[in-house]
């Protein structure tokens, strides 16, 4: 029986699994909800080429949550005997007699409920011998150690491939499952420096398919690159500069607005966008877009973890906030609709403004290109920013050397006021999909 049938039958008895667990709390509840997330696949990491650690995964529970009146109680196992899942059912509703009441507590509403599963070609499983994936990360590395003389180490590589299933189902008649699956290569490189100090980057490839990854060399050869660029790092004094978000930090930036507009911490007051919607947050002509269900997107998903239904959305338009992301217990807190957001947010596209990398650094003149930031300096409550950073320093359009050791510091409401143009060169490996970003300016602490 080869993998996609294993997983089609696995597919039939979790779902099976869960349809008892739901008869059973039925029978006490008013209503339930239950959940299971079964892993299965390897990640083998080497160091300097030779194999550090082979690890084997097969992780599975199933969550059981069941409602009496306004009290919830929890409970889950990893044995789904019918004895295991009626002692866990049990077990939740003993739990929810001790609970205080709580009037926003329950499933979704029925009426938002995934009711058809679009196939969204999420799994391509990849079950590799040790020796094969062990081989794909020691390539890696190797194309890392032979890119650069000024290479001296390895940090190590690994390659990860795994695949699951995932089974939701509730009291509302809710009971649906899908496979997916999800593979990646890393390498960790260190270079020397002329005055001996060391440095180190990374590079990484991750996607749902095999075919689609980078080839190990491709991720070596980055992270060779990456690295070198790095050593032999100046100070700045301080001074106010444009900045440019390198792509794959630029995910972060707006990372903080997902943060900002996320319901648990609205109904908490604990946002710097509270009572922020329909308003202008970002230039008028900058767009984020939400589609859950492009095909093989890294984020993609038919429902969310309530089983609520996704749907495409439109997160910013004309620099307008147009939603807040709510969960079933937010949305009741706050008088509002669920958004299908519970787990997280779908595949965020922002659009570009046309300009490349190149073209980017061109606009900028002269300022900081940040590659890596550090530290955890957000204030999501006031939007203060202060965090540490490294990356290039840009004058006449050319990046001209390497910057360490200061600090960028703003707030993200001017911050995202602020922003001059989103590059072509989208960062694909994140669920929030981004070109690099310029920003007008912002106050870089240094010498």
């Not at 444009?242 to 997902?258: E, K, R, S, W, Y």
């Not at 669920?431 to 106050?443: A, E, H, P």
């Amino acid at each position: 029986m080869d993998v996609r049938e294993q997983v089609a039958q696995q597919r039939v008895e979790l779902e099976a699994a869960v349809a008892r667990a739901l008869e059973l709390a039925g029978k006490q509840a008013d209503a339930a909800e239950v959940a299971i997330n079964k892993t299965t696949g390897i990640s083998v990491s080497t160091r300097m080429c030779d194999v550090e650690n082979v690890e084997f995964n097969s992780d599975g529970a199933l969550g059981i949550t069941v409602y009496r009146g306004q009290r919830k109680g929890s409970a889950s196992t990893s044995d789904l005997s019918e004895n295991a899942i009626a002692q866990t059912v049990a077990a939740a509703l003993d739990i929810a007699r001790y609970t205080s009441e709580d009037p926003y507590a329950g499933p979704g509403p029925a009426e938002l409920m995934a009711r058809e599963v679009p196939d969204l070609d999420l799994f391509h499983p990849d079950e590799p011998e040790p020796d094969r994936a062990a081989s794909i990360a020691a390539r890696a590395e190797q194309a890392a150690l032979d890119a650069d003389p000024r290479i001296k180490q390895s940090d190590g590589a690994s390659y990860d491939s795994h695949y699951g299933i995932r089974v939701y189902g509730n009291s509302h008649g809710m009971l649906a499952s899908y496979a997916s699956s999800r593979h990646s290569t890393s390498c960790c490189v260190i270079a020397e420096g002329k005055n001996g100090e060391m440095e180190r980057d990374y590079s990484y490839t991750s996607a749902r398919r095999v075919t689609d990854l980078w080839t190990p060399e491709k991720v070596g050869q980055h992270a060779a690159e990456r690295t070198v660029g790095r050593i032999d790092p100046q100070k700045l004094t301080t001074r106010e500069a444009p900045i440019m978000f390198a792509a794959d930090i630029a995910t972060g930036l707006f990372g903080h607005l997902v943060m900002g507009i996320s319901g648990s911490n609205l109904y908490r007051k604990s946002s710097f966008l509270l009572d922020k919607l329909g308003e202008q947050i970002f230039p008028d002509w900058l767009d984020i877009s939400e589609r859950p269900h492009i095909l093989r997107g890294m984020a993609s998903t038919p429902f969310d973890s309530e089983g609520l239904a996704t749907h495409d959305r439109e997160i910013i338009q004309s620099g307008v906030l147009q939603t807040y992301l709510m969960t079933s217990y937010a949305a009741r807190k706050l008088g509002r609709q669920p958004t299908g957001h519970a787990g997280g947010i779908h595949n965020w596209l922002v659009k570009p403004t046309g300009e490349s990398y190149e073209q980017m650094l061109k606009k900028m003149d002269r300022g900081l290109l940040v590659t890596e930031l550090m530290g955890q300096g957000v204030n999501i409550v006031t939007g203060d920013y202060s965090r540490g950073a490294a990356g290039f320093w840009v004058e006449n359009g050319e990046i001209q050397f390497p910057v360490s050791e200061v600090t960028i510091a703003g707030n993200l409401k001017d911050m995202m006021q602020n922003i001059v143009a989103i590059g072509t060169d989208t960062e694909t490996r994140s669920q929030i999909q981004t070109g690099s970003v310029l920003l007008d300016t912002m106050k870089i602490a240094g010498e």
